[in-house]
């Protein structure tokens, strides 16, 4: 089966510097790799998506980059703020199985 | 008003005991999934159901059955607990579109604590 692997898993940054978060992923098949964002006492929430046709994809502070040749992928936020303290998931599927990453607990010093 | 909710949020039980975990979505979605979260972080699937059909049964023991009375409810019911079941459960549900999962809405969690 599918086989996530994410570093690093813990990263400090100061507020306003940049974040990334690699991942990879060991079916070639995989097609959609979601980013999830957890906070304390909550369910994890989807902050970012992309699927296999695309290699990267931004949102205002977050961007999301593809690489199928080497099966990884990575999470880059800019302009880091406090509320970007949380744990993120990196993720990979193909059909109706979603196969997390271990997770990276993001710390923003202010 | 809470798109997935899933209740007990806390459950503190005896080892060898039945419990029960309930999930509802109000989202119109037609797969359901549980998530099982260990101390670790670590977010394994344990079982997804598509309209009320099981389509993914990991590799979870049969102590563990869940039940799909309709397309919004997924229910949990775990017998004999052991204190490796403690865990926080999530219930999730998306739209899945061309075979894919889409995106996943998580309920908040149910802690549960094996004594």
């Known amino acids: 089966g599918e086989n996530v692997e994410q570093h690093p898993s813990t990263l400090s940054v100061q507020e306003g510097d940049s974040a990334v978060i690699k991942c990879t992923y060991s079916?070639?098949?995989?097609?959609?790799f979601p980013w999830y964002k957890q906070e304390l006492g909550k369910g994890p929430q989807l902050i970012i998506d992309?699927?296999?046709?695309?290699g990267e994809k931004k949102d205002q502070r977050i961007a999301v980059t593809l690489n199928k040749t080497a099966k990884h992928f990575s999470l880059h936020i800019t302009e880091t703020q406090p509320e970007d303290s949380a744990v993120y998931f990196c993720?990979?599927?193909?059909?109706?199985?979603?196969?997390f990453g271990t997770g990276t607990r993001l710390t923003i010093i202010p | 008003d809470t798109a997935v909710s899933q209740t007990p949020k806390y459950l503190v039980t005896q080892m060898g005991n039945d419990k029960s975990i309930k999930c509802e979505q109000n989202?119109?979605?037609?797969?359901m999934y549980w998530y099982k979260q260990d101390s670790k972080k670590f977010l394994k699937i344990m079982f997804s159901?598509?309209?009320?059909?099981?389509?993914i049964n990991e590799t979870v023991p049969n102590r563990f059955s869940p039940k799909s009375p309709d397309k919004a409810h997924l229910n949990l019911h775990i017998n004999s607990l052991e204190l490796g079941d403690s865990a926080v459960y999530f219930c999730?549900?998306?739209?899945?579109?061309?075979?894919?999962?889409?995106?996943?809405?998580f309920g908040e969690g149910s802690r549960l604590t094996v004594l």
């Open positions: 999730a549900s998306s739209q899945a579109h061309g075979g894919g999962t889409g995106e996943l809405f």
């Open positions: 079916d070639s098949a995989s097609n959609y």
């Open positions: 992309i699927r296999s046709n695309v």
């Open positions: 993720a990979a599927s193909k059909g109706p199985k979603l196969t």
């Open positions: 989202l119109g979605h037609d797969t």
């Open positions: 159901y598509n309209n009320k059909e099981l389509i």
